[in-house]
């Protein structure tokens, strides 16, 4: 009598080798899927901070513009005539580039440009440097917001552009007129190569203060 053979045969290894390798390929393509989903997902939310937060920084910034404290800034309140034209075009639109001359708020670190110093009555006085005397200081500087290729980059007063928002496709900057007064739109257009994702970020921030058209 012949003894039962036992095991696997070569077409039942075959076949479960098939069906293993079927399954491999499926949770690859699975993970694949997964993590493609992710990087999507973790990209598009990381450009939406970003953009978020440079145009909240531009807000505030745009509703600061012109403020340069109680009284009306006049000819002679100014040393240097040059800083007179600066200060009479506070909010600037040129292309992509956005200039601003702002009144600055505590904790800003580095000297400002310029100090606009007055007693809120009679007197008022634009400087480079501080003065006793006064019994108010507002500290003014020049920022600029320009697209330089696709990187959004920001300077204050002397200092050099540092980058502030990557992968920035366009940027749109229009001054508007409304029944109420003006306000500034801001539109940045996003575009990461890489997962070839595009965002559209829009702002409208209203103008506080007298600014005069350029």
Known sequence: MKRAQSGFGLLELMLALAIGLMLLAAASELFTSAH????????????????????????QDI?????FGCLRL?????????????FARPLVIEASTLSLVVAELPGQAGAPDWF?????????????DRKAG???????SRYVYQLQGNTLKFKRGKSKF?????????????????????????????????????????????????????
Not at 63 to 67: I, L, N, Q, S, Y
Not at 74 to 86: A, I, L, R
Request: hydrophobic share 40%.
């Open 134 to 140: 006064y019994s108010l200081v507002y500290p003014v």
């Open 63 to 67: 509703r600061m513009a012109g403020m």
């Open 74 to 86: 006049k000819p002679d309140d100014f040393d240097d005539p040059t800083v007179q034209q600066v």
């Open 36 to 59: 493609q989903t992710w990087r999507l997902q973790s990209t598009a939310i990381r450009m939406q901070d970003e953009a978020r937060q440079a145009l909240l920084r531009m807000a």
């Open 162 to 214: 540092q980058p502030l928002l990557e992968n920035v496709q366009a940027m749109r900057l229009q001054r508007v007129q409304m029944a109420e007064g003006e306000r500034v739109d801001v539109t940045l257009m996003l575009y990461e190569p890489t997962l070839k994702l595009e965002q559209r970020h829009e702002l409208s921030v209203a103008i506080r203060n007298p600014v005069p058209a350029s």
């Open 116 to 128: 606009v110093q007055t007693d809120c009555l009679e007197e008022a006085s634009v400087d480079a």
